[in-house]
């Protein structure tokens, strides 16, 4: 049986990073980045003040105190947004509100806090050092520097950063399209009537919002019939919009395993069995002209949800320009034993937290009990998947593993 690094690296063959493409701000909110972005401008561009209060010299307010004000007259009154003209004197201050210029002369921001808030004349009953609630020009951004990298995600920060440096477009490789395509004469929509031998369909839900959380675009298709045909001519309508398609079901040795039957005949998508558990039938390929990427996943619930950890999200990484990273893993200390199939690496469901036993620092993992592939229930309270090496059968209580952390939600 083929390795579970071996089809890890087949299916990257399958794509290359996305075209770039030029997005709005806000279309590009969870793309990738496909430039460096460096600032024309300073940020600040200009001396302002940090607070509400009076831009003074500082000099003229050391000596204040409760029982000894300064006072100032208040010579100028500077909103933000004002085009920042103003200057003052020794003995004279500028009422000031926050983001706006510093008047030309003066050292100090006094907030209104310290003062009685004079409108003409103002108290200042505190002293304020020189700088003192000032922003000054460039001491978040010098003009000529890189703000972002090339290859990040552009998240709600990544995008305030875009903007603040006057960006109203960007380079960016798109969210991938994926199609998500579920076999089975079996399979019922949610909600409608299930006759005998019949089951509601989740495996296109599941995928569909797998995909969605690695920020990515979801089409679900819901299921066709056990037709080869069928599947065949679908899967031709759903190519242009899809830069991936996925599929579940009809991959295994069954009499109506329609995918492999469909998709075998092509010649371009390839059926293996990877040696693990679960998810042990896989394939892959590309299908139509030019050739889009497909990936064949398991029809059992379980083994579609841990084939696409394992093998579609660094496949989606690629595809967004990102290194195609397999899911974080940490060493934790299982709490219950495990066994595992021999020749097989097992992908254990499991709830991993802080470990709150004598095991000091670290991690502590417990398994599902339930861990048919099958059993959804068990794995909607799941947070991790415990990875039994190939060669391993049987781990006691206390063993310390490798546990894979699945993500939490929208990437
Ligand atoms: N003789 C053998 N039988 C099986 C083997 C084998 O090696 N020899 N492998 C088993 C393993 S392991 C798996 S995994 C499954 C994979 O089968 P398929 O990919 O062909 O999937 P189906 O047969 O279509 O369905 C399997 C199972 O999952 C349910 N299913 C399918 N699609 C959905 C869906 N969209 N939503 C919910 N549930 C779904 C389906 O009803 C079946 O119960 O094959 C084993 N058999
Ligand atoms: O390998 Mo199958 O994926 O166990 O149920």
Partial sequence: MKSVERHIA?????????????????????????EPVTSAVSLPAFDNSAMDGYAVVADDVAAAAPDRPVT?????????????AHAIRPGMCARIMTGAPMPAGATAVVPVEWTDAGVARVAVHRPARAGNAVRRAGEDVEAGTRVLRDGVRIGAAELAVLAAVGR??????????????????????PGDPVGPGQIWESNSYMLAAAVLDAGCVAYRHGFVADDPAAVLGTLEDLLVRA???????????????????????????RFEKVAMQPGMPQGFGTVGEPGTPIITLPGNPVSAFVSFHLFVL???RRLRGMPPEPLPSVPARLLVPV???????????????????????????RPAVRQGSHQLSALAETNALVVVPEEVTDVPAGGVVEVLQLPTGAA
């Avoid at 969210?175 to 929509?189: D, F, K, Y």
């Avoid at 595992?340 to 993992?365: E, M, N, T």
């Fill in 10 to 34: 087949d299916v990257l063959e399958l794509v290359e990073p996305l075209d770039p493409i030029e997005l709005d701000l806000l279309r590009a909110h969870g793309a990738v980045l496909a």
């Fill in 72 to 84: 100032l007259p208040v010579v100028a009154d500077i909103p933000a947004g004002d085009p920042g």
């Fill in 168 to 189: 109203r477009a960007v380079r960016v490789r798109p969210r991938p399209r994926v199609v998500v395509l579920s076999t089975g004469a079996e399979l019922v929509e």
């Fill in 243 to 269: 830069d991936l398609v996925l599929t579940t079901g009809g991959v295994s040795m069954g009499a109506y395993d329609v995918v492999k039957e469909a998709l075998a005949r092509l010649g371009t998508v």
């Fill in 314 to 316: 660094p496949v989606l």
């Fill in 339 to 365: 066994s595992s199939p021999p020749g097989r690496r097992s992908y254990l469901r499991a709830v991993l937290d802080y470990d709150r036993g004598d095991g000091g620092p670290g991690y502590a993992v």
